[in-house]
């Protein structure tokens, strides 16, 4: 019988070898631990799009970072996360003052807010700067975006922990709270600023377009697998666990693009829990419907 150890190592080789590769670990973990069960309540609040759209409309905050102090951190961040929480806050105002679909209304906003970063970034910089702002390079994490991923993703648990049964109630019966005056405004709020914060470190890592992969896909797959929120959370924090690991390996191993390696690997993972899942997966869907059809 072969020694599993040639695998192990094979495994463990890039992470013990290569500090850049920890680094990238590490910051790929915390931001998959602590921005999946963000995606878990986006995906029962059916504002999985919202995400998307916010990740996106935080480009043009960040190329105006960018543009002031290149590339720096803390502007690019804080540009980000002002130019996000902007477009959740006008398109909110859009849909209360005219009635038009949330959804919409974050739609419209993003596009805009996508179209004026791509120009103000192509229009000061070259198509380096506006690929690394697009797509990121989780490879070149360095210590200081290292530090802030985890802290956003550590004080995401923490208020995710804190507030957990009234967010729950507001994703299911929003109303309720309101009638009760238990602070339903505030924890939708709270959910779109923790959605905001763990993009701006997102996109730092996995670039714009990349970054609210670990948080949708892995909490989309773990519908599949779960039915209360609790283990959605644990199955959706696993996946994005797998993602990162598996698509850093390929990385490494192939030489794919560090970032869509690990969203494509949750991809995969989400695939898998469509045909497979023991929740509505396809499989089981049929095997049910065969054995009521033979009854």
């Given amino acids: 019988m072969e020694s599993p150890w040639p695998a192990l190592q094979g495994l463990i080789l890039p992470f013990a070898e290569f500090p850049f590769m920890r680094r990238a670990l590490v910051a790929s973990l915390a931001l998959g631990i602590g921005s999946a069960p963000l995606g878990v309540f986006m995906v029962l609040r059916r504002m999985s799009l919202m995400g998307d759209a916010m990740a996106h409309a935080l480009l043009p905050g960040a190329a105006l970072g960018f543009m002031v102090a290149g590339f720096s951190l803390t502007a690019m961040s804080l540009g980000g996360f002002a130019a996000a929480l902007l477009v959740a806050v006008l398109a909110g105002a859009v849909t209360r003052s005219t009635g038009q679909r949330e959804d919409a209304s974050f739609a419209a906003f993003y596009l805009i807010a996508l179209a004026l970063g791509v120009l103000m970034i192509s229009s000061s910089g070259n198509s ?36 957990f049964r009234p967010m729950v109630v507001e994703s299911f019966d929003p109303g309720f709270l309101r009638a009760v005056k238990g602070g339903g405004a505030a924890m939708h709020t709270l959910l779109l600023v923790l959605t905001v914060a763990n993009l701006v470190v997102g996109f730092q890592a996995m670039g714009t377009l990349m970054a609210v992969g670990l948080m949708m896909l ?3 797959a773990a519908r599949f697998w779960a039915g209360q929120v609790v283990t959605m959370m644990a199955a959706a924090m696993l996946m994005a666990v797998v993602s990162a690991l598996g698509g850093l390996l390929l990385s490494f191993h192939v030489r794919w693009p560090s970032g869509p390696a690990i969203v494509l690997v949750a991809g995969a993972l989400y695939a898998l829990s469509v045909f497979f899942g023991a929740r509505e997966g396809l499989l089981w869907v049929w095997l049910r419907q065969r054995l009521h059809r033979e009854a």
């Fill in 218 to 220: 892995p909490a989309t």
């Fill in 128 to 163: 380096v700067d506006l690929m690394h702002v697009l797509f990121g390079s989780i490879l070149a994490v360095d210590e200081p975006a290292l530090l802030l991923i985890a802290g956003v993703s550590s004080v995401t648990l923490l208020l995710v922990a804190l507030c």
